[in-house]
């Protein structure tokens, strides 16, 4: 099948010789000239070639014919390209008898192909189609999309070949073992270490980053101090075993039989019935409330699809990627493929090789698991769909979700969106047929929703603590009555700012424009932006007054105070400080769900997905955490945590009651959300959206430059925004620019532009060109398309 041909009509593919010249604007040189004719020898192929660069054209190459025979689009090669010192890697996405049209031979001279690096293709037509629509879509190559989509595991065919691996220093080891790490390194750099020891297989780069959640900074740093050294080593796929979760021994893991469905779970699955049976692309959108059995439904779904000789993808938020999920689908289904991020690149090989030989019924993961090479795909399911981490932060900015629609469209598939909590863009497509909506309003054995009260904080002027009098006697009550208890807190630390009150400075990062958090633990200041680490200063710098006051609740001092209360009750704080581990939230949660443990307090992480029926009461500590940030989704947002958090009670026996603590008792989104009335939400959140064009009401594209300087970073994004002024059609609106709300990161400062427009073609046409003026040194320029991030 050739992609290739309907691609060269397309307007986003030019032609090789365009490609050169476009390709100096980014510093590349011209990459014709210096080879011999050899190419224009009889019987050799035309290639089209895609790189992991910022300029997205598709380049022409020629095949030798030694290549002939063997060079089939999706696999990798190897190429010249001007300005890169010796060939690259890239994609071959096109094999042609004939030149491209446009393609003028007696102009450009082209380069042979040096070398395929896969037997196969990695990837097949439809993900190229795929991953062509990502490239236009959110503006970035086809080269860059193409890298997200596959593994860096399954590029460097991890495990079988020789790789460079990381090993710990004798002396990093046994400061490992004697605990005495942290006196000396940061909690990075620490946890790098602590990881590096633990692991029982041996650990790429990008291993270790993942799972101690660590930039490759962190570990340059550990290997100039001689705490870390690399390796090359030769490995085998089959040698290695994986480093799944060991099954939970208690945990019965032997099919269970389905349970029988509630009539509205069997009316959901009527719904959704023809469109499983079917080879059509059929969107639908499960509003289903909070323990209304949704999970139940997805089951089903799949379970109809794998016997028809199927296979399905369920997208999960990572954080609820926890045993009890895994167990639910490994109970039902014998083959069952499960990519966390905690995964290595050995493991995730291997995981890519038996989807891709059709090992694999059901594919559960995080976002990047939305594209795993299955080759009969039957059904996509993306569960709370409204998380915003399904969107990646970094190029490509994709959003999993809407990927998932793309891919479903692409592939004749349904797609099953589900939230209690929709978000708005999905909602307003389901309102304007585009999706097919299927409700489940009530919760399963008809237990009622938990009661929500709120406590006005402006009542409770002698709170010096977290906990109000109320929440204390409520939580005192529950747990006198054999309940347990979720409070949510969504902010780490001990005390979140740190304030001379003579000046009133604020003590920021040394390297960002961020109010430095207290850590009690380590006694240090960090920055949550960029987790540098300060010493508390003796003396404000400001102003050198030499007693500065902390303030601010965080999880950390919620924990001392709820230790202090609650003496003879277990609790365990879920926050990314204590669960550094590998392996803690899963120790956590088991403990939680023995009842070991009878307080569970932390941040986000515990408002979501978590299924414990002894639940009974639901603390929010401060509801108001994310509701004043300057970002059209902060309403949203704190509708939907507090509407998910709520949802964790109530679902055993017993009823469960939820108090939320708020300085905004009159807030819509607050009060909305404690009569667990989301529509009611909607009908008050979208209309304020439509006047300023906001999503869903127009397409948002985010504009960020950043740089060390900060006038030449102002002034280059003022003359972009001026150029493209001058170009945009009239129905795009611009915002900004200014300097954008977090106006320093890492010593970078940042400015934003935001264009919104109501159709996404004119904003597409306007952003296709953003050569101009040319981008000063040491600048950057990112292009977010829906962005969910504003700061
Ligand atoms: P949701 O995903 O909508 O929050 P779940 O699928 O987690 O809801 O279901 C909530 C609880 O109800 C779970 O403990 C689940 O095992 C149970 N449950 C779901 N469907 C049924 C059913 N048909 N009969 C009995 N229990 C069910
Ligand atoms: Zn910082």
């Known amino acids: 099948m050739s992609v290739v041909n309907q691609d060269r009509n397309d307007e986003g593919a030019r032609p090789a010789g365009e490609a050169i010249r476009q390709a100096s604007w980014f510093g590349l040189d011209a990459q014709d000239g210096s080879q011999s004719d050899a190419d224009h020898e009889a019987g050799g192929l035309y290639v089209g070639v895609v790189v992991n660069r910022a300029f997205d054209h598709v380049l022409t190459y020629r095949a030798p014919k030694k290549l002939v025979g063997r060079i089939q689009p999706g696999q990798r090669v190897k190429v010249p390209l001007g300005g890169a010192r010796g060939p690259v890697v890239g994609y071959c996405v096109s094999v042609d008898l004939l030149p491209p049209k ?30 062509r629509w990502m490239s236009r879509y959110y503006l970035c190559s086809w080269g860059q999309a193409l890298d997200a989509v596959v593994p860096a595991g399954v590029r460097n065919q991890a495990g079988t070949r020789v790789g460079t691996f990381l090993v710990p220093s004798p002396e990093a080891r046994q400061a490992w073992e004697e605990k005495t790490l942290e006196a000396t390194l940061t909690a990075k750099q620490a946890a790098a270490i602590e990881e590096l020891c633990r692991s029982e297989e041996t650990l790429t780069l990008s291993d270790v980053c993942r799972r101690a959640r660590c930039g490759a900074g962190v570990i340059k740093n550990l290997r100039d101090q001689g705490l870390v050294h690399t390796v090359k080593r030769r490995l085998s796929l089959d040698e290695i075993q994986t480093d799944e979760p060991e099954p939970d021994p208690s945990a019965d893991v032997a099919p269970k039989p389905a349970a029988i ?206 906990l109000s009098d109320s929440l204390r006697q409520a939580m005192h009550r529950a747990l006198d009555d054999d309940g347990q208890v979720i409070l949510l807190l969504n902010r780490r630390g001990y005390n979140t700012f740190v304030i001379c009150p003579k000046c009133g400075e604020v003590v920021k990062c040394h390297h960002c424009d961020v109010a430095a958090t207290y850590h009690k633990g380590r006694h240090r200041l960090i920055c949550h932006t960029c987790d540098a680490e300060r010493v508390c200063p003796p003396a404000c710098p400001a102003c ?114 939820v108090l939320v603590q708020t300085f905004s008792p009159d807030h819509p989104a607050i009060l909305h959300a404690a009569k667990h009335d989301y529509e009611g939400f909607v009908g008050w959140d979208l209309p304020n959206r439509s006047g300023p064009l906001a999503s869903p009401f127009g397409r948002v594209a985010r504009l960020i430059a950043r740089g060390r300087d900060e006038a030449r970073t102002e002034t280059y994004l003022r003359d972009l925004s001026a150029r493209l002024r001058e170009f945009a059609d009239p129905s795009i609106r611009f915002l900004g620019p200014c300097p954008a709300p977090v106006l320093k990161i890492r010593e970078e400062f940042r400015f934003h532009l935001q264009l919104r427009c109501p159709t996404t073609a004119p904003l597409r046409a306007l952003l296709s060109d953003l050569s101009k003026p040319p981008i000063p040194p040491k600048v950057e320029l990112a292009v977010d398309i829906d962005p969910i991030s504003m700061l």
């Not at 603390?619 to 509407?643: C, K, S, Y």
Request: a neutral charge; aromatic letters at 6%; charged letters at 30%.
């Open 102 to 131: 446009d393609l003028d031979l007696a102009k450009v001279r082209l380069k042979n192909v040096v070398e395929i690096l896969d037997a196969e293709p990695l990837i097949d037509a439809r993900m190229l189609e795929l991953t």
């Open 261 to 466: 469905p509630t009539a509205e779970q069997a009316a959901a699955l009527e719904a959704l019935g023809p469109a499983l049976d079917g080879d059509a692309f059929a969107p639908f959108l499960i509003f289903g409330v909070t323990g209304s059995g949704k999970t139940e439904v997805y089951l089903k779904a799949i379970e109809r699809v794998v016997a028809r000789g199927r296979e399905a993808i369920v997208l999960v938020p990572e954080i609820s990627l926890t045993p009890q999920t895994i167990r639910r689908f490994r109970r039902r289904f014998d083959r069952v493929a499960v990519l966390h991020s905690h995964l290595s690149d050995v493991e995730r090989h291997r995981h890519w090789r038996r989807i891709a030989a059709g090992e694999i019924d059901v594919v559960v993961g995080a976002r990047s698991a939305i594209f795993a090479p299955t080759r009969r795909l039957g059904l996509i399911v993306v569960d709370e769909e409204h998380e915003n981490t399904f969107k990646q932060e970094t190029v490509p900015r994709y959003h999993a979700r809407d990927v998932a629609v793309k891919r479903a469209s692409l592939e004749n598939v349904p797609v099953l969106l589900g939230s209690a909590t929709p978000s708005m863009e999905s909602w307003s497509n389901a309102e304007r047929g585009r999706y097919t909506r299927v409700d489940m309003p009530s919760r399963v054995g008809g237990r009622p929703m938990p009661n929500v009260e709120l406590i006005d904080l402006r009542n409770e002027k002698r709170l010096i603590g977290g």
């Open 544 to 657: 050198g007054a030499s007693i500065l006051h902390y303030g601010g609740i965080g999880t950390e001092r919620l924990e001392r105070e709820v230790r202090a209360e609650f003496p003879f009750h277990e609790s365990r704080r879920m926050d990314s400080d204590t669960m550094r581990k590998h392996g803690s939230h899963e120790a956590t949660l088991a403990a939680f769900k023995s009842g070991d443990v009878r307080i569970l307090l932390g941040t986000q992480m515990i408002a979501k997905g978590l299924d414990f029926p002894n639940v009974t009461l639901v603390g929010v500590v401060d509801a108001d955490v994310g509701l004043h940030l300057p970002d059209f989704r902060a309403a949203e947002r704190t509708f939907q945590l507090v509407a998910q958090v709520a949802g964790r009670t109530g679902r055993g026996d017993r009823p469960g009651r």
